[in-house]
């Protein structure tokens, strides 16, 4: 084998097992105005900037529609394209916009081809619909969501939108709160998706102990139940981090040694090791306040990003709800305390609320012992949506007694960064011996 052959084919399995780092990024900013091409471009260019981390380079959106247009492509493909940004598309399907959001993706295939459709990492049917569906969501009024069959139907008509286009055969997933995923009556939902996609806040779990020191544990008890009923699929970390300022909630405290310390011990655990998208770059003026920068776009953020503070050396098994398809396990009961936000079609949110619990009756899921792999970043996912986004949310947690692993997420979306070089050395090494 040619040596060029040989490193192309490394290049290659290296691209395979990349995993995906980035923010939210909703269609208007936090006063209600709509963001252009020239705004988005700048949150790229400064989230791929960030002092003292790197890799940054992916954006979830939750809708195809530009802001004050009816059915036009999001100006957030144009920058994506300027500025070489993987996309985790959004649908916004609630409130009967599935007809034109199918509109909008169609329209910027056409327009863009493959400098578009070469970007899309996946594609999310709706975001936090069954959440707000639920008896839950509906008390908070929280807006509104979807049926499971209204849901399908909408992911069924996007799959036959693509098919035959440069996006067929796109990896096809839903974003929800762990609570509407491991709700057996959604079950539909997870037949017809490739993935999962996981919003997770332990800040907004005030039924449970949700101190800061405790939010790791409650982040993977939510990420675990959420395997639990994946069915093999993978599981994307799609929202979570911890408000910077903001009301206490419960136990949790909003501040910007807290917002670190989440940082630190979630997000340095999952990137690199699973698909995550964190909550949020900047969201200023929003209560609670999730952004990493401050008031000015600026690539100084307003804590350590660099992960110098996590190890994988404290890494315990996690027994928590969690069970594969076909597996035997004991009986476990897990409760939660959901919590949602207001928000449509990607626009600015009235705000977060803290939900009491569903029902006084625990959902049962069966559970198993899930061991962590070890890793040099990784961590989990809550649940709940951001500020200048749409969906809403819920934390997760589980009854059952479990210490929180501090290793790489054991997810099946992801390998160890060192993979992706032992891959590179390993063609190498052959390329030598031939």
Not at 219 to 233: E, L, M, P
Request: contains cysteine.
């Amino acid at each position: 084998m040619q040596m060029k052959q040989v490193l192309a084919l490394a290049l290659s399995i290296a691209a395979a097992e990349a995993t995906y780092k980035g923010f939210n990024y909703g269609s208007t900013n936090e006063d209600g105005s709509y963001r252009y091409k020239a705004d988005f471009v700048s949150q790229f260019k400064n989230a791929k900037n960030l002092q003292t981390t790197s890799g940054f380079n992916s954006a979830r959106l939750y809708t195809m529609i530009q802001g004050g247009t009816t059915d036009s492509p999001i100006e957030a493909i144009e920058a994506a394209i300027e500025e070489e940004v993987s996309l985790l598309l959004g649908l916004w399907t609630s409130g009967g916009g599935t007809t034109n959001e199918i509109a909008a993706l169609k329209s910027a295939i056409s327009t863009y081809g493959s400098s578009f459709t070469d970007l899309v990492v996946g594609i999310s049917i709706g975001s936090e619909d069954l959440y707000r569906d639920s008896v839950t969501g509906q008390e908070a009024d929280d807006g509104v969501g979807m049926t499971p069959d209204e849901l399908v139907d909408a992911i069924d008509q996007v799959k036959d939108a693509i098919a035959g286009t440069t996006l067929s055969g796109a990896s096809i997933g839903h974003v929800d709160t762990w609570d509407a995923w491991t709700n057996s009556s959604n079950s539909a939902v997870i037949d017809a998706v490739d993935w999962l996609g996981f919003d997770g806040y332990p800040y907004f779990q005030t039924t449970d102990e949700n101190t800061i020191e405790n939010a790791k544990s409650l982040f993977y008890q939510g990420v675990d139940a959420t395997k639990g009923v994946a069915n093999g699929k993978d599981v994307w970390i799609t929202e979570t981090g911890w408000p910077v300022s903001g009301a206490d909630e419960g136990e949790a405290v909003a501040s910007i040694a807290n917002a670190k310390k989440f940082w630190d011990e979630v997000g340095c655990s999952i990137f690199g090791n699973v698909n995550t998208w964190w909550y949020i770059m900047q969201d200023y003026g929003a209560s609670p306040s999730f952004g990493i920068v401050g008031e000015t776009l600026s690539t100084t953020p307003l804590f350590d990003l660099s992960c110098s503070n996590y190890t994988s050396s404290s890494s315990a098994s996690v027994s928590t709800a969690t069970k594969s398809a076909g597996s035997s396990s004991s009986v476990a009961t897990v409760t939660g305390s959901p919590v949602g936000r207001h928000g449509n079609n990607g626009t600015a949110a009235s705000g977060f609320k803290s939900i009491p619990a569903a029902s006084s009756t625990p959902l049962i899921i069966a559970t198993a012992t899930a061991s962590s792999s070890t890793g040099s970043s990784g961590s989990s996912s809550g649940s709940s949506s951001g500020s200048s986004s749409s969906g809403s949310s819920s934390g997760s947690s589980s009854s059952s007694s479990a210490s929180a692993s501090t290793t790489a997420y054991s997810g099946a979306v992801g390998r160890p960064a060192g993979s992706i070089f032992g891959a590179v050395v390993a063609a190498i090494a052959l390329a030598i011996a031939v």
